[in-house]
């Protein structure tokens, strides 16, 4: 963060948090790779490999706005991927209209999406 | 046309046989509900379940009913009886008092002390404007005179404000002082503010005061056109000792009131003193009025009192001590602890209903999703007539009451390790701030929820409702999993509450032979823990079916059941932690925090209590050693080899969510057997802090020992008994292929020894192991 940028945030916290952050990314993108994609769509919750966990760990962790979140449509039948809002009271919005027939595959897309969004940052 | 939306509540919980209950129903969409009266047996729809399993009852109160759109009162405020309306001040008048705004600028206007009509602009208050400044509001119906302070309030800082008006020259002060100390405020005195302002004008406008307009401590009076009278603009923070006076105080007068001072008695109209009616048992929603009027002022949804005020001095840490350092009254435009809504529909309940669990279903349109609702309620017999009963866990049902931390907590994904699945239930939920907040969330200005209520829909105590974070049934959904077990296995069982037992105490569980916990009866008032104390040492036998129980200390008010106070304090796994001194309950002056911090570790009565929770995974229990030991073989007698628990509707494992540990060191009665322990827990199931002095790295599951699930059995004096689990998900395992599993049949051994009159196998202890029979 420039100097300049720096001064128009009145808690300071965060501006060590965001250079935190891009650390953490810079190193985080090293751990992708087809095996803990592979890993995660095997086995989405429970005790991973140290590096799908610390990729998870950091997704888990993010601030609330517009974190994903599965909707579920019809129990243990539909499922799609929103992103909440962050702010009390406003809903949350759909991403995409794709449609995952168990909760565990919409783990996975959801996943797939934080991977995208982690490459690209 | 409208999307269709039901939600009801009833006036209580627990209803027996021959009582009335109310219906409070509030709809959109529609003018009528198709109505049932449904026993409901099973609440989880996980496949490898029974699925949801209800029972329709015939009554007359189904049918068609008639249901309206209702409206809420949001935000706590102050009433004050005013019927002579002495504060319609035709007059010179001053206003004053301490306050310590949580959050002044908001972009809304945020009255403090008003006798104000927002509708039609007539009366005099001062408040917070949205810009974050101190006004003064004079208004005569047509025209409004403002006067507005130079520096901007700060927030979370003690101040002393007030207002004068001159009613012949028109000339209005007013008056804004920081009182801050080294502890009563968010910053110390090394901060180069100024938080002083003193300004003037004059007014060319008058107070006219409508009779019918009521002053109001945090909002002022409003009318809509189809609810009614209302209180909007209220405000979010503290106020301590405030007045109002029938002259025009000059500075040197107001100066000796910011120090401590009373006006001058014959100036008087009202002085609410805020530390008056402490007892060493709390103090209720009345704030007195020391003036020569007594005009009292009555709490709507629970301003929050027993909060430190602007003379706080560090030392004391509750009003036992210092009742006059507790004038702080805590207020917050979202809380609501009775939505106040008309009565829909009324029902006695049948004398030949069975005690259990039932609800109302109501659908219109589709009849699915938000146009179905279930309005749950307990029926207890009139007299008791089983030897087995169980008892809902209904103040953790409050404490977590439309909970929102899928929506609002960063903490929530590291903590269940799982993105939250949500559902149309759950976003209008968040939607709709009518349907308030439970002790997991914090209000918008960031304070913690410490009252919560079932005066109010309450869409998480709902069959089929999974809860979003853990993507399981908790809960309320949870427990009818037992339910269906002892449906399934046709025992015959009464239904009791919290609410009853905290009531009734002892007297209410006397007559049965065992009583079956919740999967997660979490929060306890002390009567409760009493009860079940006395009921075990007198000879009761309790089947502690889940984990994480008796935990938080509660509090209910004898006046006011339906609504439960908790304070969370340094230890605990918690969702908010009370300030510094706010530790000790309105309700009943009692410490908050954890039952263990107090001298009643869970281990005490349960023999286990919390030591981790995890949400990615479940796992199995392994028999061990002491479960075959002769007086205790019996409870997994038709278990095929060591393993117990390995499936359920929650992570596929009996072992899991929360879970609880023998510890000797805590309490666990020295006798007791551990039955069986999980293990091979993921590091997603962390040590729980209480147990932390030093964090260091590796208090997880797959490093950690003590992360585990222990199922314990000892005996009691007089033939009583406690099995406990130690795990929230036994209760989820029971459904498992259809009933029939070996966490189902260790719980029916437990049972069916547990209701027999007489000994219990295996016979009682003594001294030494050698002397079991």
Redesign the interface.
Known sequence: MLPEQSTEIDDKDEVYRKRYDKMQREFLKTLICDEIIEEHKNK????HSEAL?RV??Y??????ND??????EE??KK?KI?A?SGV?????RLVEDKIYET?QA??HG?FLRRVQDLMEA | MAEIKIFGYTDKLSVKQGEKIDFHVSADGTKTAKAQLVKLIHGD???DGPGYIDQEIDNKINGEWKVEKQFTQLGSFLKVKDPENKLAIDGDFTIFGYIYPSTPKTGHHQWIFSRWDNKTNEGYGIGINKDGYLELVVGDGKEVDYLISELPIVKKIWYFVAATFNYKTGEATLYQEGVLTRYNSLLGKVVPYDYRSHTKTTFRFKQKNNPNTPFIVSGAEDLHELRGRFISGTYAGKVDRHGVCSKVLSKEDLDKIRDGDLPENNSIVAYWDTTVGFSDNGINNTVIDIGPNKLNSEGHNHPVRAMTGWNWNGKNDNFRLAPKEYGGIDFHPDSITDAKWNITNSMIIPEDLKSGIYAIRLRSGPGTGLSEEYVVFFVRPKKPNSKLCFLVPTASYLAYANE?L?????II??MT???????DID?EQ????EFGLSTYDSF?DGAGVCFSSYKRPILNMRP?Y?T?GM?ITWQFPADLSIIGWLEHNKYEYDIITDEDLHKEGLDCVKPYNCLITGTHNEYYSEKMLNALEDFVSEGGRVFSSGANSYYWVVAFSDEQPWCMEVRKLEAGMRAWAAKPGEYYMQTTGEKGGLWRTRGRPPQKFAGVGFIAEGF??AEKYRKMPDAWHRTVSWITEGVEGEIIGDHGLA?GGAAGVEIDRYDLSLGTPPHTKIIASSGGH???YVLVTEELLYAYAGLV??LDYRIRADMTYFTAPNNGAVFSTGSIAFGQSLPSNNFNNSASTVMKNVIDAFIKDGKLPGGAWTLEEKQWK
């Open positions: 989405p919750l429970g005790q966990e998870l760990y997704f888990r962790r993010a601030g609330m974190k994903y979140v599965v909707k579920c129990p243990f499922y929103m909440l009390r009271g406003r809903s949350p909760v919409a783990y959801l | 729809e996980h496949p929102k899928s929506f609002e907590a960063t994904q590291p390790g799982q993105p939250p699945t949500i559902t976003i968040y939607k709709n701030p918008a089929k999974r979003s993507g990615d995974t992570y993921s590091d997603n599951g797959s």
